[in-house]
């Protein structure tokens, strides 16, 4: 698809949210998902076996969550939208994010993405005054005289101080990193209305060591230190810094929940822990009974996997909780990893 | 003669007496027939977690009843119970399938159900929580075969040392802790899993769960569940191999499946509602190290050698701490501006006026 398709699509989507709201009666609640075709790697047999396994479980798990609002099961004051494929893009997630936010018909945002993260290295610094030249210090054209004047005098000199990068969190858009999700950018369109959002990517659920002590304390920080802005993505969707870490066992009821992998979230379609089911149908059972039943988030959870371990276990005793080692091929090594909510496990989502 | 007969008469009596009493035995109580589930969940809720409920407020918070395509027909009733008093919140979500008591999941809101009102307390040391549990659950069901378990459980001694195959179960106790900053919490599971060559069945069982010593969880599906083959066409090392030739029919060119081990899983897993068949997971670790692909993943079912999926798998991103590995992961400044979201902006803007310019002709043009 062209760009000049996707920026007609996009747009004519953004009209019809445009045109949408003045109709509603307040209330409503949204819920939202996204999912890039973009895939970062371009070797094979990747991209091949993307296409063919991986992608349609993304796109069908999109398709699912939404039918769940648009058949009414969610209730009927939800309103939702599928924006998988090419409307995946950080604009256009920025774009809705502020739409929803500002207006005061909407009260609750569900935000559902499944894709590749990106590390986003980001060079911090400062412009520190070193002190004055002789110089230029203004430059115009006097029609007078016909030609351009330099007015001189003292010009202060700054000096850009490198302190050094910064890791932020980010995933991809459709078109890769250059429509890319950014936390320091998406923190300026979230607020108080971002109250679910389920981020299927690797790495988006991540805690944070800060000052490299080995203690990993935070989910997200404002970074003084270099100064790039807001770190971590649960911070940037939910705008909080106190939610519990554990939210599943440990619920904060706060009424905002933040469910994201720590390192490695596996392929959709990984059977691994389900044998005759995958992440995909995982999902698409937590939202059956998180959005159709009205189960809160930690029951919702309990329930799909007990559903897709043939009763064994529920998420409190399930590897996605607790922690399973996945083998990361960039870096050679397995990395612990593991799915984490962040903050009220006892939420329920409003009918 | 007479006398043999006599005694004939009274042991066919006897034996039909044994009868009677046997098959008696293994009706459930006639209360439970006539009780619904929501009645059910509660009696299960003073009966085998013990709590006085009459210290409570009981909302019956969800019901939900459906027939499931993957339940055969069969009604699924999923039951939440919250029980609020002063200072004390827990949720009980039950699952019944065809009026049986399948599972049930507890969750305190807040506080521990240690601090619960109890009417029957159950006790702090595991081992002895577990066979009460197992005998109320026991009584409740009318179960035969929990006995072997409660029976089994006397010879143990050490929660730790506790596993062990009994005939043809699988007693196997996990511990789970989850380490998630200050607040720790540790959950003990002990399982009573049918077994059978080597396989497990997860669904076929009896298992409690215990978190911080306040029960969690306790499901029996070992009644609901049958076993529908015992056939075994396939051995471990034919599933390794019809795996590896999955594989590499799925690429041209030949596979390149690295040093990792090869993980082999062998379960007795459902084919149809509620019967199990015994079943092959086989992943084959794949080495491409420009990829996100992790591996190979094949299933068969051991009875008949039917392929259920053959697919890759992988991961989704790349971790810390090995960023600069691929082009899409150059850094990127703080400022840098993202080309489309300016174009979509300004192209929406456009079709906007657009669109309204448009309405307003075709509007004007009606009038006239």
Redesign the interface.
């Given at each position: 698809m062209d760009k000049t398709t996707i920026?007609?699509k996009?747009?004519?989507l953004?009209?019809l949210v445009?045109f949408f709201l003045p109709s509603v009666v307040h209330g409503y609640h949204v819920g939202v998902t996204w999912g890039p075709t973009y895939?970062?790697?371009q070797?094979?047999?990747?991209p091949y076996?993307?296409a063919t396994?991986?992608e349609p479980e993304h796109r069908d798990a999109c398709q699912y969550i939404t039918n769940l609002i648009w058949s009414g099961q969610a209730g009927s004051n939800w309103v939702g939208n599928n924006f998988y494929g090419s409307c995946t893009?950080?604009?256009?997630v920025?774009?809705c994010s502020d739409l929803v936010q500002g207006n005061p018909n909407y009260d609750f945002l569900a935000t559902f993405h499944?894709?590749?993260?990106?590390?986003?290295?980001?060079?911090?610094g400062y412009w520190q005054f070193v002190g004055y030249e002789w110089g230029v210090v203004e430059y115009y054209y006097d029609p007078n005289l016909g030609e351009w004047v330099e007015v001189w005098g003292w010009v202060p000199i700054w000096e850009w101080i490198y302190t050094g990068?910064t890791?932020h969190y980010a995933?991809?858009?459709s078109?890769?990193?250059?429509?890319g999700i950014e936390d320091?950018?998406l923190y300026s369109h979230t607020g108080g209305k971002h109250r679910f959002t389920f981020i299927?990517?690797?790495?988006n659920g991540?805690l944070i060591d800060i000052d490299g002590d080995g203690a990993y304390?935070f989910y997200g920080f404002v970074d003084t230190q270099n100064?790039?802005?807001i770190v971590g993505m649960p911070f940037a969707w939910t705008r909080r810094t106190d939610l519990?870490?554990?939210g599943y066992?440990?619920?904060d009821n706060s009424g905002y929940a933040y469910i994201g992998f720590e390192?490695?979230?596996?392929?959709m379609?990984?059977?691994?822990e389900f044998?005759?089911q995958n992440y995909a149908d995982f999902v698409e059972h937590f939202y059956d009974y998180a959005l159709d039943?009205?189960?809160?988030v930690?029951?919702a959870l309990?329930?799909a996997m007990?559903d897709m371990?043939?009763?064994?276990?529920?998420f409190?005793?399930s590897v996605v909780?607790?922690g399973y080692d996945?083998?990361?091929?960039?870096?050679?090594r397995t990395?612990r990893?593991r799915m984490?909510v962040f903050g009220d496990g006892?939420m329920v989502f409003p009918s | 003669m007479k006398l043999n007969a006599h005694k004939k008469k009274i042991c066919a009596t006897l034996a039909v007496a044994v009868i009677l009493a046997i098959s008696l035995a293994q009706v459930p109580k006639a209360y439970s027939a006539e009780l619904t589930s929501q009645e059910k969940a509660l009696s299960i809720i003073k009966d085998v977690v013990g709590l006085d409920v009459t210290k409570y407020n009981v909302e019956l918070s969800?019901y939900?009843s459906e027939r499931p395509d993957e339940y055969g027909g069969l009604q699924r009733e999923?039951i939440?119970y919250t029980l609020s008093s002063e200072g004390n919140k827990v949720?009980f979500?039950f699952?019944f399938v065809d009026k049986t008591f399948?599972?049930v999941?507890i969750?305190p809101?807040n506080g521990s159900l240690l601090s619960a009102y109890y009417s029957k307390e159950i006790p702090l040391d595991t081992i002895d929580a577990t066979k009460v549990i197992l005998q109320r659950l026991q009584t409740y069901q009318d179960a035969s075969y929990i006995q072997p378990m409660l029976d089994s459980m006397n010879a143990v001694t050490d929660i730790n040392s506790a596993n062990a195959i009994i005939g043809n179960s699988k007693r196997e106790v996990?511990t789970?802790t989850?380490g998630?900053?200050d607040?720790t919490?540790t959950?003990t599971?002990i399982?009573f899993t049918y077994y059978l060559n080597g396989a497990d069945a997860?669904?076929k069982?009896v298992?409690i769960?215990f978190?911080d010593g306040a029960l969690?969880?306790f499901?029996d599906?070992w009644g609901l569940f049958k076993i529908g083959s015992e056939n075994m066409q396939i051995s471990r090392e034919e599933a390794i191999s019809i795996a590896q030739e999955q594989a590499n029919r799925?690429?041209t060119?030949p596979l390149n499946f690295g040093n990792?081990p090869i993980?082999v899983?062998f379960?007795l897993?459902?084919r149809e509602p509620f019967t199990l068949y015994p079943?092959w997971?086989i992943?084959l670790?794949l080495?491409?190290?420009?990829?996100?692909?992790?591996?190979w993943?094949v299933?068969i079912w051991a009875d008949t050698g039917k392929i259920?999926?053959s697919?890759?798998?992988?991961?989704?991103?790349?971790?810390?701490?090995?960023?600069?590995?691929?082009p899409?992961?150059q850094?990127?400044?703080?400022n840098s501006e993202?080309?489309?979201?300016?174009?979509?902006?300004i192209?929406?803007t456009v079709?906007?006026v657009a669109?309204v310019a448009t309405a307003a002709v075709i509007l004007k043009k009606r009038h006239k």
């Open positions: 920026i007609k996009c747009s004519i953004a009209l445009l895939h970062p790697t070797y094979d047999p990747d076996w993307f396994y991986e893009t950080a604009s256009y920025y774009q499944v894709g590749d993260m990106y590390p986003n290295m980001v060079s911090g990068p890791r995933y991809y858009g078109q890769g990193a250059s429509n320091s950018s299927y990517t690797c790495s991540n304390n100064g790039t802005g519990s870490w554990n066992a440990d619920p390192n490695i979230s596996k392929w379609c990984d059977s691994s044998y005759t039943d009205h189960m809160s930690s029951d309990d329930r007990l371990t043939n009763n064994a276990q529920n409190g005793q909780y607790n996945a083998y990361d091929p960039a870096s050679q990395w990893s984490r006892n | 969800i939900i999923i939440k949720g979500v699952d399948w599972r999941d969750s809101y996990n789970y989850d998630f900053g607040k919490s959950l599971t399982s997860p669904a069982g298992s769960g978190r969690e969880f499901r599906g799925a690429s060119s990792r993980r899983d379960k897993i459902p079943f997971f992943e670790p080495e491409y190290p420009n990829s996100t692909i992790t591996g993943q299933a259920e999926y697919h890759p798998t992988g991961i989704l991103g790349t971790p810390p701490n090995t960023e600069g590995s691929s899409d992961t850094p990127k400044s703080e993202n080309p489309p979201l300016s174009t979509y902006l192209a929406a079709i906007v669109f």
